[in-house]
């Protein structure tokens, strides 16, 4: 490279000459321009100024022309430090040179990708492209040309090459089937397992049409779903059954969607998966359940542990406990007394060890009611031969032990007569026939008929005389038992002969059930029967016993509850709207009086004029308070308050509550002290916590002394709790009034005084302290002062604490840019107190409408950049007129504030999910109010509002 010009454009374009290498030669093609200039079809000055990277080099590699815009695509400083270099000592693959130079026939033109070594030792990717200049020889003389920088677009090809590489190799080795289709359903594509799968062969599927691999009870519904596809459900899930070529069949799980092209579908990619076995295995699972819960005895499992792993529907009517009730709980929870367990755990201690228990057993029903049960418990083994749980069968046989006392009681009795009688038989026999007599005249009086039927020849053998005051029908008239069975209400016979078949069937020694029985008058009555097979030696049906219950006041007794239930549904649900709209009602007044009064406040006033304010700022926040307190009391009691249990930061709690009440507490020269420390949790609502500790400290404010002092303390009580105190240096209370002072509306003597209160929130605060799960109280002495406390439980840390406030919602504006604000509401003194709010801001321009539809129609025509909208409104509910404004294109992203007395919070969250930006409530605070409107405009926060 020695005695080359500095690299650059010339002062002056000269005629091309020959480079050194090459001997003189003229170039063909005509003038190329200077060798050592810049390229001959670009102006020197003007190349230099390009973004595009421009050279020209020698055979040999000598740089001729660089000019700045390859020097930094070469990571060099300058155009002139590649003088220096030979330009093929760039190359990473030194053989990529040949690609420049060939035989004339070549073509002067050229185009080839070279990867490059920078400056700095990193490489990238480059595309040449420019032409050879050659003399009339054919030999080159120089090369001239653009180089750009293409590494970001070779390393997406290698990219996509591996892509496809991975993604050919996942269709090749993938279990499921995997397909394309065309809009017409034949199948363009599919990889060998879905051609295994399906038993076609290997390359044999494309151009099958779907619906013929399709069972054709399946086809319709296929088609429908096709079809659903191509309107617009671009992914469709669902099952069908598959046919093989070879007529065995398959279920398959297929998942498809449609693909695209230039916004228009072009055919479907989807996967199916055989899910023949697992079909079986539900089936298999299904029937077995059914087979459990169809047997007659209650049947348990349990674990090693002793808890249960499986509770039949027959245990379930046994023990009346549902199985959800039951499993993973110990099995001994459910006999009822010491020994009753004691005998368990021997029993438990015989079948772990292999053997099989049978025998009676007490229990206990779930409503109380003891019972015996026959009971068969097993092991249940492992493949080993190992215990791996228990299994049990029970049966209640409480009656029939019951029916063994009364008939060995009435043996003996018999006994002793028959004893005491054998001196003379007319006596006897005048005494049974007493007996018959009385034991008929006591089935006659029975709420219960009796009867007796001849299963093999269908007669109904005995049928007591009370059938026919309990039915209406003589039991002479009837003769058979088809006769007995055909007066059961219609809508009943079938399921009444069913059971007895089956019991008959399953060999059962007797069956319960429950039916109606249309009596003669046309009263419909409900009869419970209780019935006991007889079967032969070989087990044939015999005979059946029964006595049938009439349970008709029972079942009425059932019905008054479930429409009494209604009742006091309705009368709840009134409840709930009652509180709703004495809340609007009570604070829609008040809105106007508070609003006003705020602007009063903020207007220029004399010290008498400011003082009346005051009074009335002072009375109308103390009905509020009022009105608040009744309603969150009526909220309380109603079981509608709810509380949202959580570890709550006590020291930020009382840190918040301080920080609120000490410019009060300055005004009125007392000191407020926070005496807690900053890591104890305690388990409450912080929200709810934060209402009582407010009530707490301000109480200790209000009625304490000039000078006087107010600490709060939190300490370790006992099992586990924190009581948080709350003392202070005021007049102290009277130990035996201390009782009072929870109840609602008593102040103990404070009316007289200049301390507002309503007498409501000691009441409120000991609800809400007993809603979550604390206890409250007071100790007091007069003349010492008083300490207020609050136990609630110790929580531990949470693992990932987040912030509970979100952020409202309002569009960040211009600054200082005009807003206009559409007030949606139809009280005029609520629209005047906006309309006074807004003169405070003179950039805002306010629209009103007093209906819901106008308010809609100025919504689309004006777009404002905030709504205020009420809730109750002439025509149209506000919930309906939020839900019509998200729902038009025009209006969708538009912030809309709810202004409502409504306070209920069910109303207050459901509007918040629905997107509202923010939910004032009446009165309206009107700095609140201002503070949104100022965020939407995007200006700061004015002193004056």
């Known amino acids: 490279m020695d ?110 990708l070279v990867e490059l070594r920078r400056a700095d030792g990193t490489t990238l990717w480059a595309e040449s492209t420019g032409r050879l200049i050659r003399d009339s020889s054919g030999a080159v003389l120089y090369l001239e040309g653009i180089l750009q920088d293409v590494t970001d677009r070779v390393g997406a090809e290698q990219a996509l090459r591996t892509s496809e590489e991975r993604v050919r190799e996942l269709l090749e080795h993938a279990s499921d089937v995997i397909y394309s289709l065309d809009l017409e359903g034949r199948i363009t594509a599919i990889n060998p397992a879905g051609e295994r799968l399906l038993g076609l062969p290997a390359g044999g599927a494309v151009g099958v049409r779907i619906w013929d691999l399709v069972a054709s009870t399946h086809r319709a519904e296929m088609a429908v779903a096709f079809a659903r596809k191509l309107d617009g459900a671009d992914q469709t899930t669902y099952e069908v059954e598959g046919v093989r070529p070879d007529g065995t069949r398959l279920a398959l799980e297929v998942t498809s969607r449609l693909v695209y092209r230039d916004g228009q579908p072009v055919g479907i990619h989807g996967f199916a998966r055989d899910v023949t076995q697992r079909r079986q295995a539900e089936a298999q699972i299904r029937f077995q359940a059914r087979l459990l819960d169809a047997v007659g005895q209650a049947l348990t499992a349990t674990d090693l542990q002793g808890r249960f792993t499986y509770w039949n529907r027959q245990a379930e009517r046994l023990f009346g406990w549902t199985a959800e009730e039951v499993l993973g709980k110990v099995a001994l929870d459910i006999t009822p007394a010491a020994a009753a367990r004691a005998r368990g755990a021997e029993i438990r201690r015989r079948v772990l060890a292999g053997e099989t228990w049978s025998g009676e057993f007490p229990f206990r029903h779930r409503d109380g009611g003891e019972f015996t049960a026959l009971v068969t418990v097993s092991p249940v083994l492992d493949d080993a031969g190992g215990v791996v749980g228990l299994i049990g069968a029970a049966g209640d046989i409480s009656k029939l032990k019951a029916a063994e006392a009364e008939v060995r009681r009435l043996n003996a009795d018999l006994e002793q007569r028959v004893a005491e009688r054998t001196r003379a038989l007319v006596d006897r026999e005048r005494e049974l026939a007493e007996a018959k007599g009385f034991l008929e005249r006591l089935i006659a009086a029975s709420p219960g008929v009796i009867f007796r039927g001849d299963l093999r020849t269908g007669a109904l053998a005995y049928v007591s005389d009370n059938i026919e005051w309990m039915t209406g ?23 009444v002969r069913a059971h007895i078949e089956r019991a008959m069937a399953a060999r059962e020694p007797a069956v319960e059930l429950e039916y109606r029985f249309p009596h003669r008058d046309g009263t ?66 008040l809105n ?117 002092s107010v600490w709060i303390t939190a300490v370790g009580a006992a099992e586990g709790r924190r009581r948080i105190q709350v003392a202070d240096t005021g007049p102290g209370i009277d130990p035996a009034m201390t009782h009072r002072l929870f109840r609602p509306f008593e102040r103990l003597g404070a009316g007289p005084t200049a301390v507002d209160g309503t007498g409501l ?70 629209l005047e107190l906006i309309e006074r709010v807004l003169a405070h801001r003179p950039a805002v321009r306010l629209i009103s409408a007093m209906q819901g539809q106008l308010g809609l129609d100025l919504a689309r025509e004006h777009r404002p950049g905030l709504i205020l909208l009420d809730l109750h409104l002439p025509d149209v509910p506000g919930e309906e007129v939020l839900r019509c404004l998200r729902a038009e294109p025009r209006t969708r992203g538009l912030p809309v504030v709810v202004i409502s007395a409504d306070v209920t919070p069910g109303q207050m969250d459901r509007m918040l999910g629905a997107g509202v930006a923010a939910y004032l409530t009446k009165p309206i605070d009107v700095r609140r109010l201002m503070e949104i409107i100022d965020a939407t405009a995007g200006v700061e926060a004015g002193c004056d509002a």
């Open 473 to 495: 029908y003589a039991g002479r008239s009837l003769g058979a038992l088809e006769n007995l069975w055909a007066l059961v209400h219609p809508d009943d016979q079938q399921g």
């Open 761 to 830: 929130g000691l009441a409120l605060s000991k609800r809400l302290v007993d809603a979550m799960g604390g206890a409250i109280g007071v100790d007091s002495r007069p003349g010492e002062g008083s300490s207020f406390w609050v136990e609630l439980p110790d929580a531990a840390p949470p693992l990932d604490r987040h912030g509970r406030a979100t952020r409202e919602r309002f569009p960040a504006g211009a600054s200082g840019a005009p807003l206009t604000v559409l007030y949606i509401e139809d009280n005029l003194p609520n």
């Open 592 to 708: 106007a009086v508070l609003g006003f009064g705020q602007l009063l406040e903020m207007d220029e006033l004399g010290e008498e004029q400011r003082a009346s304010v005051g009074h009335i700022m002072r009375a109308g926040r103390h009905l509020l308070e009022l009105i608040d307190e009744v309603l969150d009391i009526s909220r309380i009691e109603a079981g509608q308050f709810p509380v949202a249990l959580e570890p709550v930061l006590l020291y930020e709690v009382v840190r918040e509550t301080v920080d609120l009440v000490r410019p009060m507490a300055a005004e009125l020269g007392v000191h407020v002290e926070c005496l807690v420390a900053e890591d104890g949790y305690v388990l409450a609502d912080r929200k709810r916590l934060s209402q009582v500790l407010l009530n707490l400290v301000s109480n200790a404010v209000k009625y304490n002394q000039a000078g006087g």
């Open 3 to 112: 005695g080359c010009r500095p690299l650059g454009p010339p002062q002056a374009t000269r005629a091309a000459g020959p480079p050194a290498e090459s001997g003189a030669a003229t170039p063909r093609g005509g003038t190329h321009g200077s060798p050592e200039g810049g390229p001959g079809w670009i102006h020197p000055v003007r190349a230099d100024t390009l973004p595009i990277a421009l050279y020209r080099t020698t055979p040999a590699g000598r740089i001729l022309y660089a000019n700045p815009a390859l020097a930094r695509l070469l990571g060099f400083t300058d155009a002139s430090a590649l003088a220096r270099i030979n330009v093929f000592d760039l190359y990473v693959d030194p053989t990529a040179r040949r690609a420049f130079l060939g035989p004339p026939e070549v073509g002067d033109a050229f185009q080839h």
């Open 524 to 589: 419909l009555r409900w009869f419970y029967l209780v019935a006991r097979l007889e079967y032969d030696a070989a087990g044939a049906p015999v005979s059946i016993v029964g006595h049938a219950l009439d349970i008709t006041s029972r079942k009425e007794a059932e019905e008054a509850l479930r429409l009494a239930k209604q009742e006091a549904d309705a009368a709840n649900q009134a409840k709930n709207e009652f509180l709703s709209r004495i809340s609007h009602e009570l604070r829609t007044p």
